[in-house]
């Protein structure tokens, strides 16, 4: 099966947030995505609303079910008490940890497992008691011992950093490299019961490497590449763009 596709749509409330006004419209641009066969929409509220903002989330919530019923919403980022109560109050489908610093500009890093593994057990225990499906955050190097913590802790799939893998645009063999590195990491987690998702700097180039060399891949999130070619393409081109890349027939 191909991936599926959620669409971050961070980049897009960050273009809006420089003005202040209603346009670019994140439910707006969320429907279009979803129109043109995307699985999801995919947010990370930080606590200084830099880009999505808290008022952002019943209305994606409110989107996704009065619209698209069979699409899910996946609510990412640093498990804190106030992350906790917004993930509690909206109800997505997935939610995703992440180690994030608050400072930090974007993810870059996943969990440490074997430090975090009773926060991260708490926190997935509190989720699962709500019915939503828990995805952690996790490196792409192949450490059976620390994807065995990460399974321990509840967790029903890693979502693997892709960042160094979308660093090498402009290098194909460290590019190759990485990916066969993902392919392993992503193997140990699905012999041991994981689901595996994946994102951080993909794009339509180098997705077909990353699906080859991970054929079990559930999910992809991606936000900034896709933003980018809406800006040339459009939203529902670049979709489909983003699906074909997944191995999906359009």
């Known amino acids: ?9 961070n980049a897009v ?19 279009i995505a979803l129109q043109a066969g995307a699985s999801g929409l995919t947010v990370h509220p ?30 990412e980022g640093y498990p804190n008490a106030e992350f906790l109560e917004l993930v509690e ?29 009773e926060l991260l057990a708490d926190v997935t225990a509190r989720l699962k008691k709500n019915g939503l499906r828990v995805s952690v955050f996790a490196d792409g190097t192949p450490d059976r011992e620390a994807l065995t913590i990460a399974r321990e802790t509840g967790a029903d799939r890693i979502e693997l950093y ?3 893998y979308g660093g090498c645009f402009d290098d194909e063999q460290k590019a190759a490299m990485i990916a066969i590195e993902l392919g392993k990491t992503a193997k140990i987690g699905h012999e041991l019961g994981l689901g595996v998702n994946a994102g951080h700097d993909l794009t339509v180039a180098n997705m077909p490497l990353l699906a080859k060399h991970i054929p079990m891949l559930d999910e992809v999130s991606i936000g900034h590449g896709l933003t980018a070619d809406a800006l040339e393409f459009g939203m529902a081109e670049t979709v489909r763009r983003f699906r074909r890349a997944c191995g999906q027939t359009v």
């Open 162 to 164: 892709t960042g160094p």
């Open 89 to 117: 109050r909206h109800q997505p489908e997935q939610v995703t940890l992440v180690p994030d610093d608050p400072a930090q500009a974007t993810s870059d890093h996943g969990w440490d497992f074997r430090a975090n593994a």
């Open 13 to 31: 409330a960050m273009l809006r947030n420089r003005r202040d006004l209603p346009w670019p419209s994140v439910t707006a641009l969320g429907r």
């Open 1 to 9: 099966m191909a991936a599926k596709l959620s669409v971050n749509m």
């Open 46 to 75: 930080r606590p200084d609303q830099r880009h999505i903002r808290f008022s952002d989330l019943a209305p994606i919530r409110n989107l996704i079910d009065d619209e698209f019923p069979d699409a899910e919403f996946n609510m």
